[in-house]
Every structure is written in structure tokens, then in C-alpha cells.
């Protein structure tokens, strides 16, 4: 059998790979992006579950229309300008299967084989993976913890045929926790404006502040509907359900439902009921507040036990919300051979390469802080100073 | 912005517009595919998802592995025995989010822009659509009621370069209704142990028989794991939790897995755990029998109204199971045209020509007799025999 040549460019993602490791109960494990599952509101799920399938049925279980359930799409809309300030109508709104699809059919509507991407450096590992399939080449724009450098990203956008997508995640980065100033959103909206190429603004993290000022999104900031944006329930509700959206110019999401009818019809109606159901009768910011403050807390919780138990020469990221930090160790110091030693004192992270599409960088790391209890955290970092 | 040339490939699928259209209530709706809500088991699967959302939820509502959820993974192995007399293992199995998927992966999988897709004539509208998303060429192999002639399939393998993959639907095919004969399956197998192609099952009707004896599934002829084998819990089970999967060799699976994982990490975990529990518990045997029993009524009833309403030229299959049965117009007779006017006259299906790759057979059309209860089948054959 003959494959596509696009299987020559794919390889299982580490992070999953990972996972399967950590799945042994001794190993504590700051690798995967996993909420906190005890502060999944399960109670109101199931009740909006049993209230949509009592209720509803048959309309829960039927096919359905490939952009999503229409209740659905308005509040998202709302929800849009209220915690992202960009206006928008249902119609600008495709529910996905989570935002991940959202990348996959991002990549699959402007790549071709050569394309280029240009990203942050670094970026996210399964949006490398997802764009992958379509065979692009990634630029990385260089970029600091106040975010991509505009002069640099001008440059690359005057100097670079073929450039078809700029992907960013301007909020509380996976994997660096890292957000873009007020200041590096408007000179980046200034240079982008002057070319025809769409951005992509991914933002699973944004509602999930702990400090400092809410900033306006890109779109917010989009004038000519170049923006496209991908968001998530799974870090506000639960992954499990993987529902997701892309918001963009109506004209765009029209091409996007083009492409989900092929993929996959729709996303399960249950689910999106579901959603709709605790949107309309569940304190979902109420909800959030009680996430921020316990990811806040689990944020200082790790930065201090790296204070107490790393080396000086490591430097730890700041986030101020999201779900991860970023460490960057002494020059010359190597992330998966300290992650294969850490594996066998039973904790684990993610090598800082993998972020980095076109290599290098093998002296950071990626730590998750949301998913584990403060106890556990402070004896993951412990036995990562151990192996340090 | 520029778009991926893919995007010059592909439209939006005409049984969609038309579902559109058929939303009216006035309309009676032939189109769509859908089973009869009426139905769903939806008591059961509202207390399935209740037991798993009290009783798992933290593993129902986080992220959780691409392949599946290996307990249900389990169960569609068996299932497959039992059903289809495929002997699998558990990690043969990929979940995925509705059959529809399968497709799309298949076609990411081993199509490359220009590689030629073999397939019958007519076939399935949406797995077309799928796999043009991957730029293939369609040659269609010359197909009769009783499947694909072997010997015209021979030729096409001996004298066309570049072909990746063979697709086939051999019960109870969409759009026909027709189901290979015995002797065909096997003339099939013994052409296609011969070449080193990738043989694409799809088998969403299988369960779905009337009369005459099961057969087994090419699967189950396989020796050399050269058959690939997508199904679905949609049409014996609701297919608004989009959940479906792919069979093949576990080799093959893992690669699946990987597209799976660029795709869309994996399909929601509580519509997984729900299925699994359902099949603990529910006479899922029972319910088919049940199914098998209206649809063979609604089947028989569409059939009598067409024997009464239509002219005596227009010629109709009779299909063993499945959904939808096929109309062959006196030539000359174009049923796109037809459609316009029956609109008008309210009453809707979707014209045949759409399911063959490479254009033609305007005067064919497809019916689905499934979604409508007795009566309003007869009136809408009564309709369609007026615009006639």
C-alpha cells in the first residue's frame, strides 16, 4: 500500500505519547494541558444532558445542520463581544469539535504544499501537527515575552513569497504562558492590515485570567475581516464534549462549514444542546472566577517551589493566565535527556523543542500547573530539582 | 486572500442545499438519509448518559486518548465478529466522530492530488465529497444491481496507473439500495488480492437487512488486511452523537490515529461512555429487529405507491435493506429538472446524477424511505407521480 505524502510529514505528537506514560498513577505529571477535573461542574452537565435528551430528543439525536445548532451559535456571538469585544452575529460563528478541528480546517482552506506559515516561536505543538497535513513550510516570526516582534513580522511579510496564514495565540500562550501587550497588538494589527493574508487568532485561554487588565482580542481589532478566531469550551466547561468554534466574516465560515461537511457533518447535536442548555441557566462566569482563582493559586503554588527547589539559572515564565509555564535552562542543557532521567523519578513535562517547528531551543520546557493539587505540585517540582 | 486549490474542488453538497429546503413543514422529504426519530431509543441513552455523567465524570468531561474509549473499542471488535464475521482486536479499532470521518481520513491517508480513487457507479455523494478535498481523480468501475462486474475492475487495475484506493459500499449501497451478490464478493476478493490497493468498506446499512440471507463482509474475506472498514452506531442507534469507526490493521489504525490526532485530538468521551453503557445494557438486537421490521413496512409501502403513482417506465430497485431505493427515469427525463418542479408540488429527493464522480445519469434519482411515517409516503409518491 501506498500512503499520501503527507504521512511523511506527520509523527505522533510527544505530548500524547507522553500522556500514555503518565498514565501510571506514581507519576506526577505536568506534561498534558488537562483542566482540573475536580472542578468539573458535573452536576449541571449531566442536569443539562437528562433536561436536553427528556425534553428534546429527537431533535439530540437526528442529524443535523453541518454549522451547528443555532442557539448555540448566537450565544457563542454574544459571548464573542462580551469577553473578546469583537461583534458578531450566529452566523459568523461554526461549531467545531473542538477548536482543534477549527486548526485542522484552517489549514485544509488556505494551505497548499510549500505554503507558508508564519507563527510564533514558539508555538503550539498540536497546531504544528494539525497544519502539517496540508504540507506547508513554517516561518517562525521571533518573538519575546511581550510577543511577536511587528518589525520583524513586516519583514518577513514584504520578504516571503507564498505566505498564506499567520497563526497566533496572543493570549496566555500554549506553551509559554506568555501575552502580547496593548502596545505589540496594535503595531501587529498596523503591519497586517497591509497585506491580504488571513491570521489566524487562536484563543482557548483568554477567558482564564489571574492578573492584570483584560486586552482586547485581534479580532476586536479587525477592520477588514482578516481575522479569524478559534475559541473552546474546553477550559471553561470540559474537554471531554469537544466543542469548539471558528468566528470569522460570514463568506469565511461558509468555506469553513464547506469543509466540516466533508469532515464530519456536524458536531454531535447532544452536545451543543447540552452547552446551550447551561449557557442559558448556569453561572458560567461564576464558574470562571472560581477557576481563576483556583489556577492562580496552583500558578504561585509552582512558581514559588521552582523559587525553592530549581537551580537559580533556570528562569520561569510569568503567565498571567492560562494554563502552562515556560522554563528556559542554562545554555547547553538538554530537555528530553532531563526528561528521561525526570521519568524515572515520576514526573513529567514537555520538552521546549517540540514548540518550535523548525527545531533548536532544547534548553526549555513546558510545565502545566492547572491540572494537579498544590501538594502534588510542590513535590513534582521537587523531584524535577532533584533531577536538575 | 488566497484559498488551497482544493477549494476549487469542492461545493456544497446538493442534498444539503436541499435539506434546507426541506425544512418546511409542508414539504415531504425524500432527500436526506435520516432515520426515523421516532424511533430513537432516546430513554435509554438519556439514562446511559445519566450513569456515565454520575457516576465517571471526570473521565467522561476531560481530554481523553484519539483511539478511543478502548472498553467501547472492545465491544465494536466483538460486534464485528458478530455482525460482520471480521475477527478484531480491540486496537483494530479506531472511534471516530461519525463514519463521515473515516472517510475524510481515508482519503487523507492515501490520496495524494491527481492519485485515482476507483469506486462504483453510482457511489456515496459524500464520500466524494470527502476525498476531493485531497484532489483525486474518480474513475468509476462499471457497476450493475448485483455490485461491481470483477472483470471490468480487473482491466481498470491493469491499465490505470497511480491508483490508491478502491471504494465500495456493498450492502445495501447508498444510493441504490442494491447489495452485492455472494458470487460477486467473491470475484471481488480474488481481483483484489492481486494488487497491493487499499480496499475502503463502507458499511453503514449492513445491519440494516429486510429479507434474504446475510452475507459476509469483504472484511471477512480478507486475508492479507487489505480491506479497511468504516461503520457506524448512526443508523442502528441515532446518529446525532456522530459516532462511528474505523476497522482495519492495528499498523493502519495507528496511522489513522495520527490523522485523528491533527484532526481533532478525539471524539467527546461521554457520547463514547454512553454507547459502551448502552451496549451492557440495552437489547440493542432487540431495537434492530424493530428497525428492521418499519423500515421493511416503509420499504414495501414506497414500493406499492410507486407501482400505483408512477408512470410504468419509471424503474425502481428493490433493495434487501437499508435506506433508500433508486429510481431509473425513461431517458431523456432529467431529474434535476424533475426536483425544481416537485419542490414546487412539495415534495423532495435528491437526483441522481450527483452521486456519480464524473457527471451523467441525469435521469436517476434516490429516495429515502426511511425518515417518513406511512401515510406521508404515500402522499409524496402520490406528488411526485403528479409532477410525472
Not at 506547508?136 to 505566505?163: A, H, M, Q, W, Y
Not at 514548540?355 to 520546557?365: M, V, Y
Amino acid at each position: 500500500m501506498q500512503f499520501s505524502n503527507r504521512m511523511s510529514h506527520l509523527k505522533a505528537s510527544e505530548i500524547r505519547d507522553l500522556l500514555k506514560l503518565t498514565e501510571r498513577p506514581e507519576m506526577i505529571s505536568f506534561a498534558g494541558g488537562m483542566p482540573a477535573p475536580e472542578l468539573f461542574p458535573s452536576e449541571v452537565i449531566r442536569s443539562g444532558m437528562n433536561t436536553v435528551l427528556s425534553e428534546k430528543p429527537e431533535a439530540a439525536l437526528q442529524y443535523a445542520c453541518t454549522e451547528g445548532y443555532s442557539p448555540l451559535r448566537e450565544k457563542i456571538a454574544r459571548r464573542m463581544e462580551a469577553k473578546f469585544s469583537a461583534r458578531l452575529s450566529g452566523e459568523q460563528i461554526l461549531v467545531t469539535s473542538g477548536s482543534q478541528q477549527g486548526l485542522d480546517f484552517t489549514g485544509r482552506l488556505f494551505l497548499d504544499e510549500g505554503s507558508v506559515v508564519l507563527c510564533e516561536s514558539p508555538t503550539y505543538l498540536a497546531a504544528i501537527n494539525a497544519f502539517r497535513a496540508y504540507m506547508p513550510r513554517f516561518i517562525e516570526i521571533p518573538t519575546d515575552s511581550d510577543g511577536v516582534k511587528p518589525e520583524c513580522l513586516e519583514k518577513l511579510l514584504l520578504e516571503t513569497d507564498n505566505i498564506r496564514l499567520i497563526y497566533v495565540i496572543p493570549d496566555f500562550q500554549n506553551p509559554t504562558g506568555n501575552s502580547w501587550t496593548m502596545e505589540r497588538r496594535k503595531a501587529f494589527m498596523d503591519v497586517i492590515r497591509r497585506f491580504d493574508i488571513p491570521v489566524l487568532e487562536d484563543n482557548p485561554y483568554g477567558e482564564l485570567r489571574y492578573e492584570g487588565e483584560r486586552l482586547p482580542s485581534l479580532m476586536s481589532m479587525d477592520k477588514k475581516g482578516q481575522i479569524i478566531f478559534t475559541g473552546t469550551f474546553s477550559k471553561i466547561l470540559c474537554p471531554g464534549f469537544r466543542l469548539g468554534w471558528v468566528a470569522a466574516d460570514a463568506d469565511i465560515i461558509r468555506k469553513y462549514a464547506l469543509l466540516k461537511q466533508g469532515a464530519d457533518l456536524h458536531t454531535a447535536m447532544a452536545t451543543q444542546m447540552c452547552i446551550n442548555d447551561i449557557l442559558e441557566k448556569f453561572d458560567l462566569e461564576g464558574h470562571i472566577r472560581k477557576l481563576q482563582q483556583v489556577y492562580r493559586s496552583r500558578r504561585d503554588i509552582m512558581l514559588d517551589a521552582i523559587a525553592k527547589y530549581l537551580p537559580d539559572q533556570v528562569q520561569a515564565s510569568h503567565p498571567q493566565g492560562g494554563l502552562f509555564l515556560w522554563l528556559t535552562l542554562p545554555d547547553g542543557m538538554n530537555a528530553r535527556e532531563l526528561l528521561e532521567k525526570s521519568l524515572r523519578n515520576n514526573v513529567a513535562f514537555v520538552p521546549g523543542g517540540s514548540f518550535f517547528p523548525n527545531g533548536g531551543h532544547e534548553n526549555t520546557l513546558r510545565l502545566n500547573y492547572s491540572y494537579s493539587p498544590d501538594a502534588v505540585i510542590v513535590e513534582g517540582i521537587r523531584r524535577l530539582g532533584e533531577v536538575m
